[in-house]
Nanobody, 124 residues
Framework: QVQLVESGGGLVQAGGSLRLSCAAS?????????????MGWFRQAPGKEREFVAS????????KYADSVKGRFTISRDNAKNMVYLQMNSLKPEDTAVYYC????????????WGQGTQVTVSS
């Protein structure tokens, strides 16, 4: 099991930017183990279901984005530091949500490790 801790949320005006960070750790965890995980970001707005935002495999061009954030958000990872990031630009009020970091083993379909979430609020 991977432990995930998000940070970087906050209040920002529409059009602004935020960078979320997610630190991964665990018993006998290493950068080699981390690189075997697909890392993802999800979000959940009040009264709505949790939705996919972005994901990234360890290497290559295996990156996915939700249509609603394409061109505005960028997911990246630093395997040496066991970190994954979400750079969010041109933020809109509809981006307001709790953002969650998640991990799944490459080849699996389900994310089985989740962080506690970090609140992002975009004011108009």
């Amino acid at each position: 099991q991977v432990q995930l801790v998000e940070s970087g949320g906050g209040l920002v005006q529409a059009g602004g930017s935020l960078r979320l960070s997610c630190a991964a750790s665990g018993r006998t965890f290493s950068s080699y183990v981390f690189s075997s995980y697909v890392m993802g970001w999800f979000r959940q707005a009040p009264g709505k279901e949790r939705e996919f935002v972005a994901s990234k495999r360890s290497s290559g061009a295996f990156t996915k984005y939700a249509d609603s954030v394409k061109g505005r958000f960028t997911i990246s990872r630093d395997n040496a530091k066991n970190m994954v990031y979400l750079q969010m630009n041109s933020l809109k009020p509809e981006d307001t949500a709790v953002y969650y970091c998640a991990a799944r083993v490459t080849g699996n379909t389900e994310y089985n490790s989740w962080g506690q979430g970090t609140q992002v609020t975009v004011s108009s």
